[in-house]
């Protein structure tokens, strides 16, 4: 099965912008939809945005719509979370999560295949 690694996660103020990664490999990345969830401290990993494999098709919380993109290059076989205007409560650990085939997108249990998530803090 395919592999993911995150990247871009750091330290930002209020209003900043951050743009996260998720590099796949192993198997063929256009066939898996994948996802961003993310998880604050005592809390529930929630879903951020899903995407499915060809892109054409996107789904986004009610929390980051409009401040949130999620975006994928098959060619790169790389997933991205654009984030814009971020606030404190998007502070978290964000995960990319890969399945052949979703069916029930916003259940982290759909998913079979995780990152180990990058670290994002938004300080207000």
């Known amino acids: 099965q395919v592999q993911l690694v995150e990247s871009g996660g750091g330290l930002v103020q209020a209003g900043d912008s951050l743009r996260l990664s998720c590099a796949a490999s192993g198997r063929t990345f256009s066939n898996y939809d994948m996802a961003w969830f993310r998880q604050a401290p005592g809390k529930e990993r929630t879903i951020v945005a899903h995407?499915?494999?060809?892109?054409?098709?996107?789904y986004t919380a009610n929390s980051v719509r409009g401040r949130f993109t999620i975006s994928r290059d098959n060619a790169k076989n790389t997933l991205y979370l654009q984030m814009n205007s971020l606030k404190p409560e998007d502070t978290g650990v964000y995960y990319c999560?890969?399945?052949?085939?979703?069916?029930?997108?916003?259940?982290?249990?759909?998913?079979?295949?995780w990152g180990q998530g990058t670290q994002v803090t938004v300080s207000s």
């Open positions: 999560a890969a399945k052949a085939s979703v069916v029930r997108i916003i259940t982290p249990e759909s998913y079979d295949v």
């Open positions: 995407i499915g494999q060809t892109g054409g098709t996107t």
